[in-house]
């Protein structure tokens, strides 16, 4: 019989199994409970590494630094791992700590409530049955609902359409005439990929990107071999990539215009490879260096010159059958449509329903925006600790670092709950409000406010999604699970 067979009333239930979810299952293994099970969606492993199979699909931070503390891989392939390799590593983690059998696949989670009375949390998923936890950890990442753009008229388009993670490697693109909707870090990866085997690529730009070049290489045998043999050089090596990135933290949070440096080197790479005046100019943003995500590639700019590559800027204003008709009336014949079009990453863990005390909702505790105590707890929703939650996304470092944190936080309220005589914890409202103003007025120093929408903020302009300092604050900040920062319900005389 499975852990997942034999749920008990100290039962954990982690919602998703990317990094977060992986990381947090091991880190239960290596406390010895067992009474815990993984709820994914899909039929394997490895959250955004899984659907992002897109040509050219890799990391933008280095492979040793990306990867778990606790499991080093001397063998990387190369500097920054590729989607197959990053993959197989959490694969490899599965297997070599026994997660399989907690894992429930196929299982999607619709909905979960919280019940006062038993300090238990009630979770539908896609199959009949619920299931009871008294810990609840959604670890589902901020980048997994893909967003689609509302294109008038995309009903009548009879070419083929599909969204960058969700790449269909059933149609061939050979000789094909295809479009490409966004210019973001997922695009620039895959669009040099594939301007050499289409007929015509028309990309349609809203905003150019700062695409800096990519310090990647191959690791030579020698390399690994040393990584492997003297394990101390292979954390070092880490230490010193980790440091070398959070050197970068102020100029993020504090000190944008030191971003500048970039900007010349874009500029001079864009004139020494991009032949068409044009088309230079265009790909110039008119934001600030590091508002938007810095991208890195090594040959954007080589696909950007490529003659069948037409580099739209004028904005899609319907589809009318397979002809794309932008603002000035220029139609553009396609045989398929890609949207790299991003994921709808401020809408924290929907569509899922979450209900917690007194009937709460999830969306409408956050319709201003999602926030959560350090990222991971919210006010009303009791024993459910968020991983990769609010405010706790990089744009200089790994997010493994963070989830580790995260983790380590999380187990401190596992234990918590697990000691005889407590129904439920529920972080303050007053340590949460004091927490989100602390970040908020952080953040309204940071370069992702020097005017430019993106990702990282709702609609609104708040900026929901990114953590406004260093990655070791974080952690410092997470260290210690502070009793006193939540309301402790005992549990009832039958409970105890
Ligand atoms: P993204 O960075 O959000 O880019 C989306 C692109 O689509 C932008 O250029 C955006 O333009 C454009 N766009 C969105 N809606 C549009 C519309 N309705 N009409 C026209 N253009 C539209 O998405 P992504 O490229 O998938 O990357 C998302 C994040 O995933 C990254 O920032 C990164 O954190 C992660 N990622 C990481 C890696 C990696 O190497 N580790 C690789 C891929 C992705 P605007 O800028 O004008 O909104």
């Known amino acids: ?22 990381g947090m299952a091991i880190q239960l293994k290596k406390a010895g409970i067992e009474a815990f099970s993984i709820l994914e969606k899909a039929d394997s492993v490895g959250g955004t590494w899984r659907d992002n199979t897109y040509p050219g699909a890799a990391c933008d931070v280095q492979s040793h630094l990306y990867s778990f503390s606790f499991e080093p891989k001397s063998d990387w392939s190369r500097k920054f791992g590729l989607q197959p390799e990053i993959r197989a590593y959490m694969e490899h983690c599965v297997d070599k700590y026994g997660l399989r059998n907690h894992i429930r696949f196929n299982t999607e989670v619709r909905s979960a409530s919280f019940d006062r009375d038993t300090g238990l949390w009630t979770i539908q998923t896609t199959h009949r049955d619920p299931i009871e936890a008294r810990v609840l950890i959604p670890a589902c990442g901020q980048l997994n609902q893909p967003a689609i753009p509302d294109i008038k008229g995309i009903e009548s388009f009879k070419g083929k359409i599909f969204h960058s993670a969700r790449w269909d490697h059933s149609y061939d693109l050979t000789g094909k005439r295809v479009a490409v909707i966004g210019t973001g870090a997922s695009a620039i990866q895959f669009v040099p990929e594939i301007v050499h085997q289409v007929k015509a690529l028309k990309l349609f730009q809203r905003s150019g990107a700062w695409v800096i070049p990519k310090p990647d290489r191959p690791f030579t045998r020698f390399e690994q071999r040393v990584f492997e043999n003297v394990p101390v050089l292979d954390r070092l090596y880490r230490a010193q990539i980790y440091w070398r990135n959070e050197s970068r933290a102020l100029a993020f949070t504090r000190y944008g215009f030191l971003l500048n440096i970039f900007k010349w080197q874009v500029k001079h790479l864009v004139r020494k490879q ?95 925006g999602a926030e959560a105590y350090k990222g991971i707890s919210v006010s009303g929703f009791p024993n459910l600790f ?21 983790i380590r ?17 529920d972080v303050k409202p007053d340590r949460q409000q004091a927490y989100d103003d602390n970040i908020q007025a ?48 005992p549990a009832t005389a039958t409970q105890a």
């Open 1 to 22: 019989m499975s852990a997942i067979d034999t749920p008990n009333s100290q039962h954990i239930v982690i919602i998703g199994s990317g990094f977060g979810g992986l």
């Open 274 to 368: 991009v032949r068409d005046p044009v088309k230079r100019a265009k790909l110039i943003p008119d934001y600030p260096v590091g508002c938007k995500r810095i991208l890195m590639s090594n040959n954007w700019f080589q696909a950007m010159d490529q003659d069948n590559l037409d580099l739209i800027t004028e904005a899609v204003d319907r589809i009318e059958g397979n002809t794309i008709v932008t603002r000035d009336g220029q139609r553009h014949d396609v045989d398929a449509i890609i949207y790299a079009t991003g994921f709808k990453a401020t809408e924290f863990l929907s569509p899922m329903k979450f209900t917690g005390l007194d009937g709460i909702d999830l969306t409408r505790a956050w319709k201003d």
């Open 386 to 406: 968020i991983l990769y939650g609010p405010n706790t996304n990089l744009a200089h470092s790994s997010i493994l670092f963070m989830l580790e944190s995260q």
């Open 409 to 425: 936080y999380v187990m401190q309220c596992v234990r918590t709950l697990q000691a005889p005589g407590l129904r439920y914890m």
């Open 442 to 489: 952080r953040l309204k120093n940071s370069v992702w406010e020097a005017g430019c929408t993106s990702w990282y903020k709702t609609a609104s302009g708040r900026n929901t999604n990114n953590w406004p300092g260093f990655t070791f604050s974080y952690r410092l900040m997470t260290g210690k699970l502070e009793l006193q920062d939540y309301e402790l319900e």
